[in-house]
């Protein structure tokens, strides 16, 4: 190709990117679209990308989405509640301080999240607690992805059963955990249970998936980051895969393509982002960066010889 032809592609191309945008970024989610019965879509501490996670108005947006399922993480007070939070102490995600299994339930009430996108439109937002969670999940038929972190003591897991076990949509509940003694006990407990095993940033063992399947567990909750010869080795062992944390479309494409049963994402899903108007200016920028992306893909596509 000349140079002067080039030049003359490019300023077709951007002339009819500039007419196209608006309607690609319209679009552009809609484009990636999981058919029903494959790949479901999970949000990451609720729809994290337009209100603070594992919050209730999270929870909400993933709800007014088109989320399969919504992630959380608990943790236990001092008096036996079960919360939402991330962390073993309130710190980094509260305006208080202190170890939430050293605090009571009332004691963290007086605190107010102060960290998450968009925080500024949820003066005095509070922790939530599991049922809370579970109330809005079901409000919106969204599947409750409950984290036990790995520091949880077993010696609670009748607990965590007994809220599950109240609940009429038990049914629709998933559990997962890096706490390879929470996995086992919880399955022992509540058997019906999906219960995941959470795999880190690391390539993980065959032991690892042995220790899934002899333990009866669902699946495997394995990260973004493991190879695809790992991915295939979980699959064809039998067990289900959710994969965590995707939020970009070239790595959710590759996880559907490997056959993958969700993906955990803060920001990805089928329709376009609820939030403020920065926010919204960041997702049509990367709208705009996508569209340019494929364009020139298919300006300077070559048929080379194989």
């Known amino acids: 190709m000349t140079m002067k032809k080039t030049i003359s592609v490019l300023l077709t191309a951007l002339l009819l990117l500039g007419l196209s945008v608006p309607a690609f970024a319209a679009s552009v989610y809609e484009?990636?679209?999981?058919?029903?019965?494959?790949?479901?879509?999970?949000a990451h501490t609720g729809y994290s990308a337009v209100a603070p996670g594992n919050t209730i108005p999270a929870y909400e947006a993933a709800g007014k989405s088109d989320f399969w399922g919504a992630e959380c993480d608990?943790?236990?007070?001092?008096?036996?509640?079960?919360?939402?939070m991330h962390n073993d102490t309130v710190d980094?995600?509260?305006d208080g301080t202190g170890t939430v299994s050293e605090l009571t339930y009332a004691e963290i009430m007086e605190?107010?999240?102060?960290?998450?996108?968009?925080?500024?439109?949820?003066?005095?937002?509070?922790?939530?607690?599991?049922?809370?969670?579970?109330?809005?999940?079901?409000?919106?038929g969204l599947h409750p992805v409950i984290e036990i972190k790995a520091n949880a003591d077993p010696a609670y897991m009748n607990e965590v059963v007994e809220i599950?076990?109240?609940?009429?949509?038990?049914?629709?509940?998933?559990?997962?955990?890096?706490?390879?003694?929470?996995?086992?006990?919880?399955?022992?407990?509540?058997?019906?249970?999906?219960?995941?095993?959470?795999?880190?940033?690391?390539?993980?063992?065959?032991?690892?998936?042995?220790?899934?399947?002899?333990n009866h567990l669902d699946g495997m909750d394995?990260?973004?980051?493991?190879?695809?010869?790992?991915?295939?080795?979980?699959?064809?062992?039998?067990?289900?895969?959710?994969?965590?944390?995707?939020?970009d479309l070239d790595n959710a494409e590759r996880f559907y393509k490997l056959g993958v049963n969700a993906i955990t994402s803060n920001?990805?899903?089928?329709?376009?982002?609820?939030?403020?108007l920065f926010q919204k200016m960041?997702?049509?920028?990367?709208?705009i960066f996508a569209c340019i992306k494929s364009c020139f893909s298919n300006i300077f596509k070559t048929n080379c010889p194989s």
């Open 31 to 42: 484009s990636y679209r999981i058919p029903s019965g494959s790949m479901r879509m999970i």
């Open 74 to 84: 608990i943790q236990r007070t001092k008096d036996g509640v079960w919360i939402l």
């Open 92 to 94: 980094d995600m509260t």
């Open 111 to 140: 605190f107010n999240v102060d960290v998450g996108n968009d925080i500024e439109s949820y003066p005095g937002l509070k922790i939530a607690t599991l049922e809370e969670y579970l109330d809005v999940c079901k409000q919106y």
């Open 164 to 214: 599950l076990s109240a609940r009429e949509e038990k049914d629709m509940f998933v559990v997962i955990s890096f706490g390879r003694e929470i996995c086992v006990c919880i399955k022992e407990l509540m058997p019906e249970l999906p219960v995941y095993y959470l795999i880190g940033f690391e390539n993980v063992s065959q032991e690892d998936i042995d220790f899934a399947v002899e």
């Open 222 to 247: 394995i990260h973004v980051f493991l190879p695809d010869d790992y991915v295939n080795a979980v699959k064809a062992s039998g067990l289900d895969i959710i994969v965590w944390t995707i939020d």
């Open 267 to 276: 920001s990805l899903t089928q329709e376009q982002p609820q939030g403020n």
């Open 282 to 287: 960041i997702w049509w920028l990367r709208d």
